[in-house]
């Protein structure tokens, strides 16, 4: 070829030889090419494979109507203890915190002054009673004394006023007495029912007046649950009905039960809501009124499409299904109710008939087509 390049003088044969010369590099580059496309082909083809699903249609079941409401705890007891007298506190004997049961004691006043007024008021009972006795006697000798005629009339009702009145000094020293033991006893501060401290108020010194607070005290062997149910909802809500609940920060997801005993007779203007208090057992005292719990309630029955539980896919606190529409797998958020044995109610984001997934694979995916 170069002898015959070097031969050619004229300039089309110039050209023709190098059209000649460049022909296989055209060549090789279409080769190539025609390579390249044909891997990115079967490499479309391959994604676009329909994949094999067990598919299954959302059938209708009754489920219960459950209203999810917030709320949070209190106690089915709480109090502000009073002194329920005057006078210096020498000792306390609970912390905050501390778990008393009815009648302990939470502090004691002093009681010398009250005590020695106990013992004056025992003796004058005493006195009391001797007197009558005396004047009992006299009573009877003043009434013999009459039917023999031996005594004025003046003498004689005299006599008989004494012996009234001597009866009536004793009931009035006992009144007395009575009266004072209260006051003793009221030197003892007891809780009036079983429960934690939550706040204790004064401390050994300090001088106290019959109506100051000396503890604040709570009924945590028996809680309160009230929630705030929605205007709609008011009507649906009976006494007697059962509640589930939460803690919000219960990361274990255990669920509480309570019964509810109390509903708002009406319903609040600005919120346009009514309260309604259920009360549960806190036996083991795992929770604390003041926290916040959201409860579920029963409140009927309802027609919802449901599906098995192998197909949902939880996420978080979302929940996926896959529906075929049209030969390809859709993606879809939905809200997911109460599961009933293997199957789980779907509250909305899915119909009734419409097919989904039954079995997830990591095979399934938004977009996949299926055979």
């Known amino acids: 070829m170069k002898n015959a390049m070097k031969e050619a003088k004229d300039p089309a044969q110039w050209r023709r030889m190098l059209a000649l010369l460049a022909l296989p590099a055209v060549l090789a580059g279409a080769v190539g090419c025609g390579r390249s496309g044909a ?37 089915a007891e709480e109090a502000q203890v009073a002194a329920g007298a005057a006078g210096k506190v020498v000792a306390t004997y609970v912390e905050r915190g501390s778990l008393v049961k009815k009648g302990t004691i939470l502090a004691r006043l002093d009681s010398r002054a009250v005590s020695a007024q106990a013992a004056q008021a025992a003796a004058e009972v005493e006195s009391m009673k001797a007197q009558a006795a005396g004047a009992e006697l006299d009573c009877g000798r003043v009434e013999h004394l009459n039917a023999k005629g031996a005594i004025s009339k003046a003498d004689y009702d005299k006599a008989r006023t004494q ?11 006992t009144a007395k007495k009575t009266l004072i033991a209260e006051a003793l006893r009221d030197t003892e501060i007891r809780a009036p029912f079983a429960g934690m401290v939550e706040e204790r108020a004064v401390s050994a010194g300090e001088y106290v007046r019959v109506d100051s607070r000396v ?6 062997d028996s809680l309160r649950v009230e929630i705030t149910v929605p205007e709609a909802d008011v009507a649906l809500v009976r006494q007697g009905m059962l509640v589930d609940f939460r803690t919000a920060g219960d990361n274990g997801g255990r669920v509480y039960h309570g019964k509810i005993r109390y509903v708002g007779p009406s319903v609040r203007k600005q919120s346009r809501d009514a309260v309604v208090e259920a009360v549960f057992a806190n036996d083991a005292h795992e929770l604390r009124p003041g926290m916040f719990v959201t409860a579920r309630l029963a409140v009927g029955e309802q027609e ?15 929940r996926h299904v896959y529906v075929a529409v049209s030969g390809r797998l859709e993606d879809r958020l939905v809200q997911a109710g109460e599961k009933l044995g293997n199957q789980i ?7 009734a008939g419409e097919q989904v997934v039954a079995e997830l694979t990591p095979d399934v995916r938004d977009g996949a087509r299926v055979k």
């Open 163 to 173: 012996c009234q009145t001597s009866k009536w000094s004793v009931e009035s020293a």
């Open 39 to 75: 891997s990115a082909a079967t490499t479309a083809d391959a994604e676009a494979a329909p994949i094999a699903v067990k598919l299954v249609a959302a059938e209708l079941v009754k489920a219960p109507r459950v209203v999810t409401l917030s709320g949070s705890l209190i106690g």
């Open 345 to 351: 109610p779907i509250v909305s984001g899915l119909k």
């Open 304 to 318: 919802l499409p449901a599906i098995p539980a192998t197909a949902v896919r939880s996420d978080g606190t979302l």
């Open 215 to 220: 503890v604040t005290l709570v009924n945590t």
